[in-house]
């Protein structure tokens, strides 16, 4: 069984500033994937970045990037320069060898402007 | 290259009534995946389907819930006897295979009302 815990609620950013988004997760399996992914508010779920357990090199993609340690199974999410368009519920989610994704509770990001 | 579709989007229901909810895979995806949304929690794995076979139903509520992912047609999740506690987002994810870390691409949701 896998576990997901995103500890925080919501957080508030102001635009072109940066943001990180704290993940813990739990896993008995060596081979699992992680994942980032966001909800806007018009609910469609759209992944941002995914990150393989037994890759050591972070995972970045365009504005977005994670910073994965493995041994203390944190799993966070960084945006840069944010924009007002990244305002959104985001979820971290994990997966193994039986492919359903476990998500956590969410954070809702705010980008004021 | 469509999107996942699902339909419909929104669904009202009264208390012992039946929900029918339809899932349109993505072309080229035989993989479905069905996720449940209550309010203020993240996407709970509700069944994992291939064409006419159920792989994992680990998720499912053991009763008034089903789901089939005919060889022809949508998946449809099904709820009978909705009770108020079976408000939620009802998501759809498809994916072409089934390799531990592939994308599952999300339909928009049913959101589901019942009074």
């Known amino acids: 069984a896998q576990t997901v815990t995103q500890s925080q609620p919501e957080m508030s950013v102001q635009e072109a500033e940066t943001v990180t988004l704290s993940c813990t997760y739990d896993?008995?399996?060596?081979?699992?994937?992680l994942f980032w992914y966001k909800q806007p508010p018009s609910r469609q779920m759209i992944l941002v970045i995914r990150?393989?357990?037994?890759?050591?090199q972070n995972a970045t993609e365009n504005r977005f990037s994670v910073n994965f340690q493995k041994a203390a199974k944190s799993f966070s999410l960084k945006i840069s320069d944010s924009q007002l368009g990244d305002t959104a519920m985001y979820f971290c989610?994990?997966?193994?060898?039986?492919?359903?994704?476990?998500f956590g509770a969410g954070t809702t990001v705010t980008v004021r402007a | 290259n469509a999107g996942v579709m699902q339909n419909p989007r929104h669904l009202v229901r009264r208390r012992g009534q039946e929900a029918r909810l339809r899932c349109s895979p993505m072309?080229?995806?035989?993989?479905v995946y069905w996720y449940r949304q209550l309010p203020e929690e993240g996407l709970k794995f509700m069944v994992y389907?291939?064409?006419?076979?159920?792989?994992?139903e680990s998720g499912m509520p053991k009763e008034r819930f089903s789901a089939e992912f005919p060889k022809e047609g949508p998946s449809i999740l099904r709820i009978q006897q909705v009770v108020r506690g079976d408000s939620a987002a009802y998501f759809c994810?498809?994916?072409?295979?089934?390799?531990?870390?592939?994308?599952?691409?999300f339909g928009p949701g049913t959101r589901l009302t019942v009074t």
């Open positions: 989610a994990s997966s193994s060898n039986d492919y359903k994704l476990s």
């Open positions: 896993t008995s399996e060596s081979n699992y994937y």
């Open positions: 990150q393989e357990a037994y890759k050591q």
């Open positions: 072309k080229g995806h035989s993989h």
């Open positions: 389907l291939q064409k006419e076979n159920i792989i994992d």
């Open positions: 994810a498809s994916s072409p295979q089934a390799r531990v870390g592939d994308e599952q691409y």
